[in-house]
């Protein structure tokens, strides 16, 4: 019995009381503000979900449309990626797939930090063209950061490999003996491939687009280093309400507000990920 | 027939290999700017020089929050892996009260943005009257560690052959010397992933800890955040960084090395006799 | 997850709702509670011979400061101050650690959710909201050699009932600084210079967060910048909103952006403190420092105590490096801010002419009629809020 509750209990305490101290703030029962009153009230709810013109509620979409693109160029970008290590990298597809995977498991402020070496107005790209002579001197290309471009790339970036193993895993242990049986009956490569391997991968491609999708809604370092003003996302909205001003209440909308939609997109795509987590042994499906 | 033809195997190819390079470059970029001698990563390369390890190194600054990063990833790998364990062992038994709940609850963390996180817990210390403090960033790195390590050691604990352990507890041990004395050092490899995991986790993670972590006591990601927005101290960062990458990279290599080998070893010991006909 | 049925969702939902009473119970003095968690910075001060002696004291001491006012003899300080260098000299450059302000709203939000900091670089008009929140304790000026030195009109501005919560240490003004061969002079009148669409491009406000709706305010020409009504917030925040597409960008760093920006010509317009102003004609720029028809601001900074230091006297031995006489001279000499040190002499500034221009020597300018001292505002918090709408939008 400890074991089980000994787990819960930490995850119910250190995690669980938070969110919920965070929805009494959000619904102005508590604050941080010496000497405020408080109550019952929903004005910083209503003012963010229904107030006409609201900034956050604003940047909430946008962050949101930001994501979903970044979320489906990785996965469009890890699909081949996966197909080859499945089905042309042979025998050494494991080693490859960790040659891959390896920059995912090095320090992901560091990678961020090495693009904005890269992209920065005197960095890596513009120097070189400048010595080039491609490009006038000092005069940098202004797209390149701290605008939506470097902010998507950077995801990108440091999605692709991730996105791209449960999409090998499917491809992997595809059946060959089908696509074998496919051929039997006439289908041409492309055929195959659009009528038995892909529909079957889909679960693979899903998941990685929800592996993807969840943690970068509430991403914010990518656009703290490389982003710009018009280029930070809601996760930031959130970050500078606590350290940048003391109302802690309607940061706190903006907090739940993000819990929400990362449990709403869980409820849409979680059905086609399977958990065996939840059947005891022995227990079938 | 093979599933990709000729233009497919060269169109698949050639994009695998831009994909290496897009994915190494920035890691390449930081290990040659490590040794620029100029004080601006750009270039033209001015000249090659160490001198921005040696400064790094005497850098209390950064040294000491690289220090306290190690500690607590380390801390953070034992406590999560133990709780992890607690959790598998609870959810791999056939009947569990609540069992819904308690994957719930252990999976809860994978889907809460480490900044909601970090916020919440900002103000939980501050409901309660605690001060930021280095234990409390590592309370919030065992939380998020928690799903990946049930992850990685539920499935290891399922595979494994009861009878072993059935064996140990009709010779008459407990069933925590049982535990202890058989079934872990079977889950050596999961274990050492978890921890591994956790390791990793616990080292990079900025969020948390840069609302946590007391000013005086940064942590590595809370320095390299505050470095990389300073000039003066870029190159030192990045000097460091070049060799956090490369120590990373070796040791993810010796881990999937390390795990295969172990997990073949403890195959071999603990195959089961070859049934024979008859 | 597609096995969780609705029994376990009940369930934990019931878990749930126990946490919110675990956590309603705990909080229900959540007001008195968080003002006690800072100290009792109001309550008796421990006297000297109580407190550890300074070799037993930690030593490690964590600063909020500004960009560019790190102590001399730091890594990090890079923009020519020698002050601090007495501290780093006996202490070592290696036992400071700075964090970071952008804008006077942070030094406070920071002080609150980063801290406890040792010591905090504020401006006047945080300081009783610091004090209220219980963040800092006051100083004792005995331990301070140099703290006769400086201008009784601002030691004075420093203390809330009678304690010195604030020894101040620099003064000036801000304005928008301008490329006077850029800029039509009979654009150049008041602060409705930056929002002028004829620049479009070339304009950067800083990231001032409430000292921006002060320049709003000043730019709609209201009287009440510290007092302003909701609907007269609103059109503040609306008039930023407007000016918004104007700026190239917002600055957050002095060094790092805005007066690299404006050297290299990106930017014509910005707002500026006046030590811009002397950088950039120093760096050979034809600018001026614009003076608004509706008056330019005015502040004054200085040093705060944590309320929760275990540093007392490293603190006080830090701070008595940046207010000796040497180091007043030379910041002044480096910004061309004023400083409170009063014995400082005309003949010690170097240009003399620009000194007089503004004033340096005499602190009480800063409440001269034509100019708005940024002072304390009851509704800071609305005007924060207004101004994360504006970077919102």
Request: hydrophobic letters at 45%; charged letters at 15%; aromatic letters at 12%.
């Amino acid at each position: 019995m400890l074991t089980a509750i000994t787990p819960s209990a930490y995850v119910v305490i250190v995690l669980l009381v938070p969110i919920v101290l965070i929805g009494l703030y959000s619904f102005g029962l508590m604050t941080n503000v010496v000497g405020t009153h408080t109550a019952f009230s929903t004005s910083d709810w209503s003012d963010f979900l229904t107030g006409a013109g609201n900034p956050f509620r604003g940047r909430f979409f946008t962050s949101l449309i930001v994501t979903l693109v970044v979320s489906g160029a990785a996965t469009l970008g890890a699909y081949p990626l996966a197909y080859f290590l499945a089905f042309v990298a042979g025998r050494h597809r494991y080693t490859v797939l960790l040659l891959i995977l390896a920059p995912f498991f090095t320090s992901y402020l560091l990678r961020v930090i090495a693009w904005q070496v890269i992209l920065s107005n005197n960095g890596v790209i513009n120097s070189a063209l400048w010595s080039l002579g491609l490009r006038a001197h000092g005069h940098a290309i202004s797209w390149l950061i701290y605008s939506k471009f470097s902010v998507a790339l950077v995801l990108f970036y440091a999605w692709v490999p991730f996105v791209a193993l449960p999409i090998f895993v499917v491809l992997d242990n595809l059946d060959r003996r089908l696509l074998d049986a496919a051929h039997d009956l006439g289908a041409g490569r492309f055929s195959t491939f659009m009528r038995v391997t892909f529909p079957m991968s889909l679960p693979g491609v899903v998941a990685g687009f929800v592996f993807v999708l969840i943690p970068t809604t509430g991403e914010f370092i990518a656009p703290l280093l490389v982003g710009g003003p018009s280029s930070q996302l809601f996760g930031n909205s959130i970050q500078a309400f606590f350290s940048d001003t003391p109302d802690w209440q309607y940061g706190s909308v903006l907090a739940l507000t993000l819990v929400a939609i990362v449990l709403i997109m869980l409820a849409v795509f979680g059905r086609f990920i399977g958990g065996d987590l939840t059947r005891a042994e022995g227990e079938t499906v | 027939m093979k599933a990709v033809g000729r233009t497919g195997r060269a169109v698949l190819s050639t994009y695998f290999g831009l994909l290496v390079v897009f994915l190494y470059a920035p890691l390449v970029v930081l290990v040659v700017f490590a040794f620029n001698a100029g004080n601006i990563p750009s270039l033209p390369i001015e000249s090659f020089s160490t001198k921005w390890f040696s400064s790094a190194f005497s850098d209390t600054t950064l040294t000491s929050a690289l220090l306290r990063s190690f500690l607590i990833a380390v801390v953070n790998g034992l406590a999560a892996t133990l709780l992890g364990v607690m959790a598998a062992v609870s959810l791999a038994r056939r009947r569990l009260a609540l069992r819904g709940v308690v994957v719930t609850l252990i999976l809860i963390p994978l889907v809460v943005p480490y900044i909601v996180l970090a916020v919440g817990m900002v103000v939980l210390l501050h409901e309660l009257g605690i001060a930021t403090s280095l234990v409390a960033v590592l309370a919030g790195h065992v939380v998020i560690s928690l799903p990946y390590s049930v992850l990685v050691i539920l499935p290891r604990l399922r595979t494994l052959d009861p009878s072993i352990s059935e064996a140990a507890l009709d010779l008459g041990a407990s069933e925590l010397r049982a535990f202890w004395f058989v079934t872990l050092p079977l889950m050596a490899p999961a274990l050492f992933s978890s921890f591994l995991i956790a390791f990793t986790i616990s080292f990079d993670e900025f969020a948390i800890a840069s609302f946590l972590a007391p000013p005086g006591s940064p942590t590595y990601p809370v320095v390299l955040y505050s470095s990389s927005r300073t000039p003066a101290l870029l190159p030192e960062v990045i000097a460091i960084g070049s060799i956090v990458i490369v120590l990373s990279l070796a040791l993810v290599v010796l881990a999937e090395v390390a795990r295969r080998t172990a997990e073949r070893r403890i195959e071999a010991r603990t195959e089961a006799p070859p049934l024979t006909a008859g | 997850m597609q096995q969780v049925n609705r029994r376990d969702f009940l369930a934990a939902g019931a878990m749930l709702g126990g946490a919110a009473l675990l956590g309603g119970c705990g909080s229900s003095s959540s007001g008195a509670s968080s003002g006690g968690s800072g100290g009792g910075s109001s309550a008796k001060t421990t006297p000297l011979s109580k407190r550890p002696d300074i070799s037993k004291e930690p030593g490690n001491l964590s600063i909020l400061e500004w960009g560019g006012y790190e102590a001399g003899g730091t890594k990090a300080q890079t923009s020519g101050l020698w002050a601090g260098t007495p501290y780093t000299d006996e202490f070592g450059k290696h036992s400071l650690v700075y964090t970071y302000i952008v804008n006077d709203d942070q030094s406070l939000s920071k002080s609150a959710t980063s801290g406890p900091f040792d010591i905090m670089h504020p401006c006047n008009e945080m300081i009783p909201s610091f004090v209220k929140q219980g963040l800092i304790q006051p100083w004792d000026t005995s331990l301070l050699p140099s703290f006769k030195n400086l201008n009784p009109f601002l030691v004075e501005k420093g203390q809330i009932n009678g304690k010195q919560y604030l020894i101040p240490w620099d003064w000036g003004y801000a304005s928008l600084l301008y490329r006077a061969d850029k800029i039509d002079p009979a654009d150049a009148t008041g602060w409705e210079l930056a929002w002028n669409p004829k620049y479009k491009g070339k304009i950067s406000l800083w990231n001032g967060s409430g000292s921006n709706m002060e320049v709003a305010a000043l730019k709609l020409g209201y009287h009440n910048m510290d007092t302003m009504s909701e609907s007269q917030i609103a059109a503040a925040k609306n008039t930023l909103i407007e000016q918004k597409p104007l700026n190239k960008f917002y600055w957050s760093s002095e060094y790092e952006q805005m007066q690299p920006a404006f050297k290299s010509g990106d930017i014509w317009i910005t707002y500026s403190w006046q030590d811009a102003f002397v950088s950039m004609s120093k760096a050979g720029l034809k600018v001026a420092y614009l003076n608004p028809s509706q008056g330019k601001l005015s502040w004054f900074c200085g040093f705060t105590l944590g309320a929760q230091t275990q540093n007392f006297f490293h603190a006080h031995k830090y701070v008595e490096s940046f207010i000796n006489h040497k180091a007043c001279v030379q910041m002044t000499n480096l910004f061309y801010y004023g400083t409170a040190d009063k014995t400082i002499k005309p003949s010690e500034i170097q240009d003399h002419k620009l000194a007089k221009q503004l004033n340096i020597g005499d602190p009480t300018a800063i409440e001269a009629s034509d100019v708005h001292l940024q002072s304390w505002q009851p509704e800071r918090p609305k005007y924060e809020l207004a101004w994360q709408e504006v970077l919102a939008s």
